[in-house]
């Protein structure tokens, strides 16, 4: 592993929405790693949380960078602006309800370092009660989506099933380090000429999707992605998303859209916005 002396070898950016307490649990996880004060750089976007977090972060971490956004910039949005603003050889975006394990990151870093053919990774994750979590997938072709968001799941609940345990590998137990198609966008490193040749994550998807429309951009360059094996991150799932319960579900759909229209063209876009429609008047009568 090289370093160039005049940048950091790591930047860590994170994103925060009214999770204060947690963002400054996982940066002192991220403090406690290895790698020397000069080789890490921390970038915290906050997204207007408006709970004082931007001032607690960069009163107890003067060392990292704060930068205080006006309004609700999003997932996508927000760690694209955190990865530009980048100098480290090996960016990593981390959400902000994590809590790093032992030296993880510098096996990231090292494992890349090691294997120019990966674009792009993420690694071990564990939830709170110290459960493996299973992520990684597959990416989803149309047919799945077609499956899994109309009223065929219901019909073909077994064929359902399935589809999912085919998306999920759900053969594979994650305690082996293997290539993979589509990473969580929860935790995603990469070298920064990487991130700066796929434009970081699509904002044209404010909260989701974007991380499988990132994968397939790597993989478009060449590259591969892989999930890698470390001493692990916990990841208290969903703590920001659970601040915008109300608007999720409708964010959920309108991103699957602009995906579907991304990778799949105008015409299927219409056709599962048509069979979405008792989707959204389920949700309209709910909001009622």
């Not at 921390?42 to 972060?57: K, L």
């Not at 429309?213 to 360059?221: C, D, K, Q």
């Amino acid at each position: 592993m090289t370093t160039n002396p005049s940048e950091p070898l790591l930047s860590v950016v994170i994103v925060n929405y009214k999770t204060r307490a947690l963002t400054l649990d996982m940066l002192a996880s991220i403090y406690q790693t290895t790698l020397p004060t000069n080789a890490l750089e921390v970038i915290v976007i906050d997204n207007a949380s408006g709970d004082g977090s931007a001032e607690a972060i960069q009163h107890a971490y003067p060392q990292a960078r704060v930068i205080a956004n006006a309004e609700n910039r999003y997932f996508s949005a927000g760690y694209t602006q955190g990865i530009r603003l980048a100098h480290g050889q090996y960016v990593i975006a981390l959400n902000s309800d994590m809590r790093v394990q032992g030296d993880s990151l510098v096996t990231l870093v090292q494992r890349l370092s090691d294997n120019p053919h990966i674009g792009a990774a993420t690694t071990t994750m564990h939830f709170p009660d110290g459960r493996l979590q299973r992520n990684c997938a597959r990416l989803t072709p149309f047919w799945y989506l077609i499956l899994n968001y109309t009223i065929l799941a219901k019909l073909f609940p077994r064929r359902l099933a399935q589809a999912n345990d085919w998306l999920w590998y759900a053969e594979w137990d994650r305690t082996t380090s293997r290539p993979v198609e589509s990473l969580p966008g929860s935790c995603i490193i990469a070298r920064r000429d990487v991130w700066q040749s796929v434009g970081g994550f699509d904002a044209r998807m404010k909260m989701y999707f974007s991380d499988d429309y990132l994968s397939r951009r790597v993989t478009a360059l060449g590259l591969e992605i892989h999930y890698l094996t470390s001493e692990g991150i916990i990841h208290y799932e969903g703590a920001s998303a659970k601040q915008m319960s109300r608007w999720a579900l409708r964010i959920y759909l309108r991103d699957l859209l602009v995906y579907i229209h991304l990778v799949y063209g105008r015409l299927a876009q219409i056709i599962l916005a048509i069979l979405l429609l008792p989707t959204y008047a389920v949700q309209w009568l709910r909001a009622r």
